[in-house]
């Protein structure tokens, strides 16, 4: 987070946690430059903090990002959005600037958020306000965690400009777009235009593309700010392919850390007719409990795989199409090849190949297995 | 399944299932009236015998119906489609009718069919005629049982008519369409054009509704066949009726049998624009597994309701939906309204209610919750 130079950051604790851990983590660009851009959830069911967000980042500025866990703010009626405006608010009286540029990001439970957790917010303002330091990022990183294990960070250095990010998202893990909140900065000089386009394409192939679990959020957010520090220009194609490798990188780190999982699997689909058509077929794949369940089970049930890829309207014929798991190749033209037991799914890291052998596009969906560990976090844990 | 007069069935044992319990039914109309109609899985990666029966249906006219479990017959190439193609061809001989007059049926798993299981279907073929009687339905829903607890039959007797069924699922539970092997006879005067009209309407409200979890079985089929032995030609609404009732039983007994749930589901979305759009804002709660889990977890978490109504495209404004856990309205106007732990889940049966406030049209969805033991029916068993 403040591996790019002209941001500074902090996380504090106030007491949204039980556990009294960091809960609430401010973010400040110092300039020169305030561009920034953003993508959220596509959950019509929006939160209050994405509905403020969504008006906040309509400019192409942003000065500071304020994030809060241990409370989602999302259905909480009016009270909860006046909570976020105040939020806002309050941050840029502190930093001496406009509420409007102030982007509010919150993570928890859904349908908390009163006269409690309003004031517990509008103190980790002020007490992260004051705590703002350069090196602030590590903390800042901590105060997002929910459920994750671990913080989640990334860096992309280049010839003169960084690209640094953090994340938190462990469960409700697939995309609409984003489903997590994740901030990204750089000192790279970058105006707001750039910075959105570079960011729906690297997203579009990352955080996309990773589907823990099929449910879609209501508070998701990816926010990327530019301090233009660097006094460095650089050309768009490279600093969107540098944003991709960070994405990319924290998207992996939140699959790794998804509830409950003993497999992070990466279905790679080959030969399909289109981008948008690989992407399907992964996904399909990748939702299907029964497929997640043999995973945990040790099973490379090829069967479960070729019924998810029959409910897609993807180009293929069931007839011809060949499935890999762990590089062994169980399924050719839709009938029996390897023998199952050839494969060996003990490794946490799980590749299913799916060759749709119809066109030359391809993408690789990352998911989880179905665990009792999932059922037990998700039924025992409220988020 | 023999309640209906002109049916004669038998269920036999030929070691298909390691159990040693009976394995293929055998289902034949005795007429006058010889007419049938099916309906089939909507998912593009079709069994054998979906594709030889989907032939068979075309004119209208079923002489038998040939069941096994121990094997789906999927994806097993060439040769499996022979099995299916040979296993119609017997039954015909044997019967002195036409092949093409012979449905064919199979479940288990996938990718399993070769010499041994050709020859032993083609035995139970030979056992399951030699054993047909007036009184065979029971033993021909016990051989279509798979991982089901329980043998499923359903009844509905009218005035000098009858219509009887048999059905057989408890996982892969989710439509395309039915999701499950059935067979319904009746001996009410009914043609084809008729019992295609009726088996469908029945369909829609009935086994399209079931949503156990999510996943699209390859080898679904519901046929029904008319002896006409009653000699009775009942009203045709009055008919669908009749047939709607004995599906909608089938499908309660299957979600009663789910594997590895401890909640039944139904899910009421009443307010909604269209039908279309109550089914596709139930479809959605009822495939997502915070929500299962939470269930599981006796957690009346409305918030993960929300989130699921989200990634619909069904009219509705988020912040005007309502939410009841088991007659407790926990969410109005997407608020919090009645504390959480007013509500009981300990029950099995579980009833959600979603209002939408949008216009006139409701449905029900049925489903299952998301509990350990589905993860380890599942993970240790390949079907």
Redesign the interface.
Known sequence: MTAAAGFEAAGVAVGLKSSGNRDVAVVVNRGPLKAGAAVFTS????ANPILWSQQAIGDGVVEAVVLNSGG?N????GFGFQTTHQTAEKAAELLGVSAGDVIVCSTG????GGEEFRAKVLDGVVQGVAALSADGGVAASEAIMTTDSKAKRAVAARDGWTIGGMAKGA??LAP?LATMLVVITTDAVVDAAGLDTALRRATRLSFDRLDS??????NDQVTLLASGASGIAPDLDEFAMALTEVCGDLAQQLQADAEGASHDIAIQVVHAASDDEAVEVGRSVA????FK??I????P????V???????GASFD??DVDVSFNGVRV?T????DRPRDEVDLTPRATHILIDLKTGDAEATILTND???D???E???Y??
């Open positions: 959950n019509r069911a929006k989602a999302c259905f909480t009626g439970l859904i349908g908390e469960g409700m609409g679990d099929g449910c879609m959020s209501t939702r299907n409990n029964l369940a043999a945990f089970g040790g099973d049930n090829w069967g479960r070729l019924a998810a890829i029959g409910t897609t069931p007839y399924c033209a839709g009938g029996p179905l665990t009792h999932y059922v037990h998700n039924s025992a409220s988020s």
